[in-house]
Every structure is written in structure tokens, then in C-alpha cells.
């Protein structure tokens, strides 16, 4: 257990490294020139070459590169290039309202996903299982930012102009230790758009893998032996079916962010997604890479999480 | 999903007798797709879909708009506010007095090309990797498989939009873009079936006939997977074209004076509330096209895989 879970952070590592390695070259073996505009259009050279020397730019790249390394160790991510604020305070300033959506919107993804497929595979082929089945494909077609501009369109304009009253506001973000009831009604469209697609996935997913976990000879013993209907789902089949979810949800770390500059660009939150969108447009390189490494962090934890979850879960894995 | 074996089993010819019609695996399939309602309508409103995209200059002649010119003098109210859909305008304007209607049907052009051409490139890219991790094994699948692994579970939307964000939006770039976030999918699948195909008796007989790693890979393994492939191509479709209208609504998509649904919608955000039209029409052609696509590739799964469902009947039996 200890020298696998050696081997998985000392890869980890590794993979971290050559993130950064890829985004910090990206921006240097493509056109444009940070310093240039910074600087604005009517800069005169020395201008330019002066902001060039403040940010580093002019020594080797691989000076460059040794430098940005041996800042990271410190924790020190370096400085947005437009307003010169730290990266590490940016993200820290902004991680309120991506942190809340990610974790509500996960959380009610796989309540959904998986609770809609249980039922779903134990009353297979029934009017609910078909109906659900339109649901999934229906979710799985709608892109996340497109749920986003419906649900405003539907919450935000059609009930409030009918009925007077905004249940959701449709924008900002209220941070949670100043106001939990405005908290919420802030989030809930948010979730509702960042869950939809991977709420339709789940159940599919678990609806798929329940259906053959449920048909394999160890649960006809449970029946056998005298199980009921319930013990035999949720302690003998479900427990078997969760490993592909468990194995999506990793994998669904890196997509969820994605899905979080989405999100947050359609309801305005202000958190590290938009600031994400920001940076690239402006080719802010410091808080691109700020970002990229700490979304290519939570990947790579979750992807250690999820290999330890499976031995939980399956007892026939072993971690070696 | 064991299409393939079904798919390569050679029908026993000559066991039938000669009244009996022979039907290849495809044509059963075939006559199943056709049987299936739902992936016939779906199949219908894709043809229509690609009909429209063509016929778009017909249309921008009919209407006597182009889908670029701005009519601010019919198209706008004396408020500059959009007009609604009616005879001179058939879906109403946009914020610019530009024809919506013309505008989306320009818009599928974009949708459709991006979503087919980068499937195509994804589908190309992901069956020769996954056949070359598949069957040399060793060092270049593990590298391969590791590769594979990198590109589905990081935040490709985000490098994507750094991608397009340095290098400039264009419909090249945004293509080559999806495909290279694409292929993966298809290549995992393809690298399990042939580790499994290439231990079977037939391809140690190709090999001991003295056939090339190169003849067996696309002349021995390759048609076992062909039925997955189309199914899984079919369901990249949708895909490729919720990536493209995603980037396209972040601004950073196709150039801008294009006309695409993610641009449309993005520009359509500050002004539903005044004009419903506005939103409503490219969503709903945007959703039509991907539900469509997605509709289909069940269906093609169904037909292609037609064991699935007999498996699940015996299991129904089978439960108590």
C-alpha cells in the first residue's frame, strides 16, 4: 500500500512537471509577444524592452523555465502580467465560487446519475426505465452552456415576467459565510448547468454496469441463499457496479473545469474558470499556468483517490 | 460492447438451403436500423439538417438577405431593438438587424463540417494508434496507452481554448483542435479489441504465413472492429459539434464574421430578454443536431449489436 502509493505520487510528480513543461512552451513557440501588448499599440521599442526585462522575458527560455520551477517550490506562482497581482492570491481570491460549484454540482450529479440508474436497472424495460432513457440521451445532447442559457431564459425571463418573482437570481455569486439562504439560491442554476450532461452520463453508466453486475452468478447465490430484493442491489450488486463510476468520476476531475469556465462565464460567478478565460484571452502566462497546474493537480489526486477507492470497493483488486 | 465478434463471424454458407435468402451481418443490421423508428427520424432530421446547410445561399436568395448584411432599417424597431419573426424576416433578427433565420442556416454549415471532418480525422487518428498500442504491446503501447490515458482525463477545453486562443480562431484550427481532443476514445477502445483479436488462432496463422505486422493490422484485425468504429464515430459526431459551438460561444471558435450557433447564442445572451427569438432558434437547431446524432448512434449500436438486447432478454427471465 505505502510503495504503491510512493509510485502513484512520485508519477504524479512527473505528470505535473510535464504540464507545466507543455503550457509553458505553448506560449513561446506561437506568435505574440506578451510585452508588446502589455505595452499597448503605440509603444515605442524601449518601452517594450524595458517591460520585457521587468517580466523576464529576455533571458533564455530555459532560464525562464528554471526560474518559474524554482519559485513554484516556494509557492510562489509569480505575478499576473496585467495587474501585477500574485497568482497564488488571485486563485485563493477566486476559489470561493468555483469551489462551491464544483463540489455541490459533483454532488448532485452522482446522486442523481447513480440513484436515477439504480432504479432504472432494477425496473428495466418499465415505462420509468424508458422514460429515463429519454431523459439520458436528451441530457447527453445539450451542451453545458446551452442548459445554462435555457435555464436563465426560462427562470430569469419567463417565470419572473409571468409570475413577478425571481426564484434565481441569475448572476453573482454570494460567498457562503455571509448569507447560506442567498448562497443557495445563487447556486442552484449553476449546479443545475454544470450537472446536467454528467447526470445523464451516470446513469447510463451505472444503469449499464448494475444490469451486468445483477446477471453474474455470485448474485443468483444472494437470491439464493435468501437475500431480499434490496440487500441483494445495494450490498452485493451495487458495490461491484460502482467500480466504471468510480473509474468516470476521475476522469471527470479534468472535465469539470472545462465545465466550470462554462458555467461560471454564463452566470457571471467570477471564480478561477472566468479568471482562466481572462488570462488566456490576454495571454496572462502566470495565471494560465497557475491555473493548468492546479486543475492538472486535482486530476492527478484524483486519479490516486480513485485507485485507492477500487480496492474499497472490490475486493479482488489489490493495490501493488 | 462484443460487436465485433458477431459482426466477423462468416455467415455458414451453404447450410441454408437454396430457397433461404443469404443475408450478410450488414444487411441484417441494416434491416434492423431501417425497422427502428426512432433512429429513422433521427437519420431523416440529419439529412434535412445537411439539405438546409447546403441549400443556405438558396435560402439567403429567397429571403433576398445575406446572412452578414445588417438591415437596420427593417431589421431593427426604432429602439434598435430586433424584430420578431414575421414575413420579411422568418425567424425574427439580431441585435445587428441581421436575417436569424438565414444566419442559422448558414450556421449549420459550420457545425456540420467542423463535427464530421473532425470525427473523420479522430476516427482516422484513433484506429491506427489504438491498432499499433494494440498489437506491438511492449513499450509502444504502453507509452501509447499512457497517452491515451493523459488526453482523456485532462482539461481539454481548457487547452484547447489556450490552443486557439495563441495560434488564432479559424475553421482549420478549431477542427484540428476537436480532432486532436477527440481521438482518444476511439483509440481505447480500438487498442482493447486487438490485444484481444490478435491472440486468436487466424492472426498467429497470418503471422506464421509470413504476412506483415502492417497487412495484419489493416487486412486481418481491422474489419473485426468496424462496427464498433461506425458506432463510436457516430456518437463523436455530437461531440465534435457541442466542442466547436462551446469554443464558438467563448469567442473562440471559427473567426467571429462567420456565422456559427456558438457565436450566434453568445451574442444572444445580453438580449433574450427582449427577444426570445434571438436564443430560442439557433438552441433549438443546435440541440435538434446533436440529439439527432446521438439518437442515431444508439440506434446504430442497437442494430450493429443485436446480442445486447438478447443477453438482457434471458436475463429478464432469469430473474426471479
Not at chain 1, 32 to 48: F, K, L, M
Not at chain 1, 78 to 92: F, K, M
Not at chain 1, 196 to 204: K, P
Not at chain 2, 308 to 317: D, I, Y
Request: net charge neutral.
Amino acid at each position: 500500500m505505502i510503495r504503491f502509493l510512493i509510485r502513484r505520487v512520485v508519477f504524479g510528480v512527473f505528470v505535473l512537471w510535464l504540464v507545466s513543461l507543455g503550457t509553458f512552451l505553448l506560449f513561446f513557440v506561437v506568435p505574440g509577444d506578451p510585452a508588446r501588448s502589455i505595452a499597448g499599440r503605440q509603444a515605442t521599442p524601449e518601452t517594450i524592452a524595458l517591460i520585457r526585462e521587468r517580466l523576464g522575458l529576455d533571458e533564455p527560455l530555459a532560464v525562464q523555465y528554471w526560474t518559474f520551477l524554482k519559485n513554484l517550490f516556494r509557492g510562489d506562482l509569480g505575478y499576473s502580467y496585467y495587474n501585477n497581482q500574485p497568482v497564488t492570491a488571485l486563485i485563493a481570491e477566486r476559489i470561493g465560487p468555483t469551489a462551491s460549484l464544483v463540489i455541490g454540482g459533483a454532488l448532485l450529479w452522482l446522486v442523481i446519475g447513480v440513484g436515477v440508474g439504480i432504479l432504472s436497472a432494477t425496473h428495466a424495460r418499465s415505462l420509468l426505465d424508458r422514460v429515463t432513457a429519454g431523459f439520458v440521451v436528451a441530457g447527453i445532447s445539450m451542451p453545458t452552456f446551452v442548459v445554462g442559457l435555457m435555464l436563465l431564459f426560462v427562470f430569469n425571463y419567463l417565470l419572473s415576467t409571468v409570475l413577478g418573482i425571481t426564484f434565481f437570481p441569475g448572476g453573482q455569486y454570494t460567498p457562503l459565510e455571509e448569507d447560506p439562504a442567498d448562497w443557495l439560491r445563487h447556486m442552484i442554476l449553476p449546479w443545475i448547468t454544470l450537472c446536467t450532461v454528467q447526470a445523464a452520463i451516470y446513469t447510463r453508466l451505472t444503469r449499464g454496469s448494475l444490469l451486468e453486475v445483477l446477471g453474474e452468478d455470485y448474485i443468483r447465490t444472494a437470491r439464493a441463499k435468501g437475500d431480499g430484493n434490496r440487500r441483494v442491489v445495494v450490498v452485493h450488486g451495487l458495490r461491484a457496479a460502482l467500480t466504471p463510476v468510480v473509474t468516470q468520476l476521475g476522469v471527470d476531475v479534468g472535465y469539470m473545469l472545462g465545465g466550470v469556465v462554462v458555467t461560471e462565464s454564463v452566470f457571471g460567478l467570477g471564480g478561477v474558470g472566468q479568471a482562466a478565460l481572462q488570462a488566456i484571452v490576454n495571454l496572462d502566462r502566470p495565471v494560465v499556468m497557475g491555473v493548468v497546474l492546479l486543475a492538472a493537480f486535482f486530476v492527478v489526486l484524483a486519479s490516486i483517490v480513485v485507485d485507492i477507492a477500487y480496492s474499497f470497493l472490490d475486493p479482488r483488486v489489490r493495490l501493488s | 460492447m462484443s460487436v465485433t465478434d458477431l459482426a466477423a463471424e462468416p455467415m455458414p454458407a451453404g447450410l441454408e438451403p437454396e430457397s433461404i435468402e443469404g443475408r450478410s451481418p450488414w444487411r441484417l443490421a441494416w434491416s434492423r436500423l431501417v425497422r427502428d423508428r426512432v433512429a429513422i427520424a433521427s437519420l431523416i432530421v440529419i439529412l434535412l439538417m445537411v439539405a438546409a446547410a447546403l441549400a443556405a445561399p438558396l435560402f439567403a436568395a429567397l429571403t433576398g438577405h445575406s446572412p452578414t448584411d445588417q438591415y437596420r432599417e427593417t431589421g431593427l424597431t426604432d429602439q434598435g431593438i430586433p424584430v420578431g419573426p414575421g414575413a420579411e424576416f422568418w425567424l425574427g433578427t439580431d441585435s445587428l438587424g441581421r436575417d436569424l433565420f438565414v444566419r442559422t442556416v448558414y450556421g449549420a454549415r459550420i457545425s456540420l463540417l467542423v463535427g464530421v471532418v473532425a470525427t473523420l480525422l479522430a476516427t482516422f487518428a484513433g484506429v491506427v494508434i489504438g491498432l499499433v498500442a494494440g498489437y506491438f504491446g511492449g513499450i509502444v503501447d504502453t507509452i501509447l496507452a499512457r497517452a491515451i490515458d493523459v488526453v482523456l482525463s485532462f482539461p481539454y477545453l481548457i487547452f484547447a481554448m489556450a490552443l486557439v486562443s495563441v495560434i488564432g480562431p479559424s475553421l482549420v484550427m478549431t477542427t484540428l483542435v476537436i480532432a486532436f481532443f477527440s481521438w482518444a476514445s476511439i483509440a481505447r477502445i480500438v487498442r482493447g479489441q486487438t490485444l484481444a483479436i490478435k491472440e486468436k488462432e487466424y492472426i498467429e496463422a497470418a503471422r506464421s504465413l509470413g504476412a506483415s505486422p502492417m497487412r495484419i493490422m489493416f487486412v486481418d484485425v481491422l474489419p473485426n472492429l468496424v462496427a464498433p468504429v461506425i458506432v463510436l464515430a457516430t456518437l463523436l459526431v455530437p461531440t465534435a459539434i457541442v466542442f466547436e459551438a462551446t469554443l464558438s460561444w467563448l469567442g473562440l471558435g471559427v473567426d467571429v464574421r462567420i456565422p456559427s450557433w456558438g457565436a450566434m447564442l453568445a451574442e444572444s445572451q445580453s438580449f433574450f430578454r427582449v427577444a426570445w427569438w434571438y436564443l430560442i432558434f439557433p438552441a433549438g437547431a443546435l440541440l435538434l443536431t446533436t440529439l439527432a446524432f446521438n439518437l442515431l448512434g444508439d440506434g446504430v449500436r442497437d442494430a450493429l449489436d443485436p446480442r445486447s438486447e438478447r443477453l438482457f432478454a434471458t436475463r429478464r427471465k432469469g430473474k426471479p
